[in-house]
């Protein structure tokens, strides 16, 4: 084995492509070894979190109003009027889109259906339903996710709908305990080469 001590490595002329190995080589760092400059970061991402219970009309969407941030590594989400996800400008590419969301009936046994969806660019993309009319509930945590081949400008929000068997309406219920009672929206780049 050859031993190769450089600082630098250009191409001979001009510029262009470098290749390092062949097909089947693994190229792998020296221990304790770091890589800068590509390998690529799961940058932008955020998590919101919804700081208080959120009423909601009984079977209609409502967005959920997540007022907390968690992480926020592009200052892309708004906590505070629009509560949403916005990709920003020179980072398009793939994301994970999810949320999970705690719905709440009027009373023990009021909840018997509704449900959690991604909107995107202001219309409804992606839902999560559930539906309890064999056996009501109290409350559920909904959850939906999603893979997006995303475009700078592209917003994400989430809205949800909850229908009980009362006259009330249901909520997006906080539990005093944990300051989110499941109630998280989050979305982070994918690497992709």
């Known amino acids: 084995m050859s031993t190769l001590k450089v600082d630098t490595i250009l191409k001979r002329t001009g510029t262009g492509t470098i290749t390092l190995g062949q097909s089947g080589d693994t190229i792998a760092l020296g ?59 020179g980072q398009a590419g793939k ?55 995303a475009s700078v400008s592209d917003y994400y929000e989430i809205y949800v709908k909850g229908e009980t068997t009362t006259s009330g309406n249901p909520t997006v219920h906080v539990s005093s305990g944990d300051h989110t009672g499941g109630n998280v929206f989050y979305g982070y780049k994918l690497i992709t080469w």
């Open 31 to 89: 221990s304790g070894a770091s890589q800068t400059g590509f390998g690529g970061t799961n940058t932008p991402y955020f998590v919101a979190r919804r700081n208080s219970a959120q009423t909601l009309s009984n079977n209609a969407y409502a967005k959920v109003q997540f007022d907390v941030e968690v992480l926020d590594s592009a200052s892309a989400f708004d906590p505070s009027s629009n509560y949403r996800f916005t990709i920003p400008s």
């Open 95 to 149: 994301y994970i889109i999810g949320a999970r969301v705690n719905i709440n009936g009027v009373g023990d046994g009021t909840l018997w259906n509704g449900t959690l969806a991604i909107y995107k660019n202001g219309s409804i993309d992606i839902a999560s339903p559930f539906n309890f009319k064999t056996g009501y509930i109290n409350n559920f945590n909904g959850f939906v996710e999603y893979l997006y081949d």
